[in-house]
């Protein structure tokens, strides 16, 4: 079993910048996959960025640039930067994780994030 809580969100206004924290309830050095994921209202869920063990990143093509990705091991945390903010950006932001790189993917609650014009 796995927690997530994530913190960080918030308002903020266009070509400002965020930093969420997504806290995990024991060790992630050994985690296969953790990442953030996010919601808009009317539209599905959607991956945003990972990053996989060994520390190879990914990243939706329109946060390219924008959001980075990482970890500290030490605090059991990966953040997520997000930088030069855009209102489209508004959403529900979940963290996630994958320990195995199978089987059960555990969820944070999510944080909002929310980008005025």
């Known amino acids: 079993q796995v927690q997530l809580v994530e913190s960080g969100g918030g308002l903020v206004q266009s070509g400002g910048s965020l930093r969420l924290s997504c806290a995990a309830s024991r060790s992630i050095v050994s985690f296969y996959v953790m990442g953030w994921y996010r919601q808009a209202p009317g539209k599905e869920r959607e991956l945003v960025a990972a990053i996989i063990s060994g520390g190879t990143t990914n990243y939706a093509d329109n946060v390219k640039g924008r959001f980075t990705i990482s970890t500290d091991n030490a605090k059991n945390t990966v953040y997520l930067q997000m930088n030069s903010l855009k209102p489209e950006d508004t959403a529900v932001y979940y963290c996630?994780?994958?320990?195995?790189?199978?089987?059960?993917?555990?969820w944070g609650k999510g944080t909002l994030v929310t980008v005025s014009s």
């Open positions: 996630y994780a994958n320990p195995l790189g199978y089987g059960t993917d555990y």
